[in-house]
């Protein structure tokens, strides 16, 4: 029996990338997410710390749903190890405000086993 | 007996990045270094983990004793509970090589006491 071995935090990382900067976001999240990763954002809400694929890809969904983004910037991967940091700066519309805005933030990725164990945002101040 | 409350990661998040906007890298580690501060670097050599403020200020002495620095652009700080990233973009020459360069990196710092327990470098590929 043969096993093919895990991609590396580097081949995850520079795949993750790319895929996000053809605006690929919730495709990336699929082909990494570990079964029972783990995404914090900042903050105390029910949203702050989801555990597990259906309820993170819950997140992507709605957060998909409620906001149009008219372009991304995308600086990164920056390796360390099993973790990297993606920097994000979106040009978007949250659909509930209607106004135009930039969302600055990093993610910090932690890759287990070729598989996004945990992500974490950090939000620009 | 009165004793002065921490500093909160956001206010030392938008201080340490104030200090290093002004070229003031040293005196930000000075600062904000706890004495039992933990810093690493990505790979395997004697200075990717480091320990204890005289470890950690002797890597600092070190790097700016050995590398030219003509600009830094910084992003951030991104803040999530005790933790924050910031984002150098760093024109600079290493003494060693002569040739002027663009250093892409983020660094990912956390917060105990209003100070620096660890931080964490993460380098752009």
Redesign the interface.
Known sequence: MSTTPSPST?DV??DLVALCKAGKFAEAGEKYWAPDVVS???GEGDMAALKGLDAVRGKTEWWEANNEVHGVEI???????D???V?FKMDMTPKATGQRTTM???A?YTIKDGKIAEE??????
């Open positions: 580097q990382a520079t914090v954002e900042p600086d990164g991967p920056y390796v360390n190890g973790q990297f940091v920097r600055d933030e990093t910090l974490r945002f950090f939000y620009g101040m």
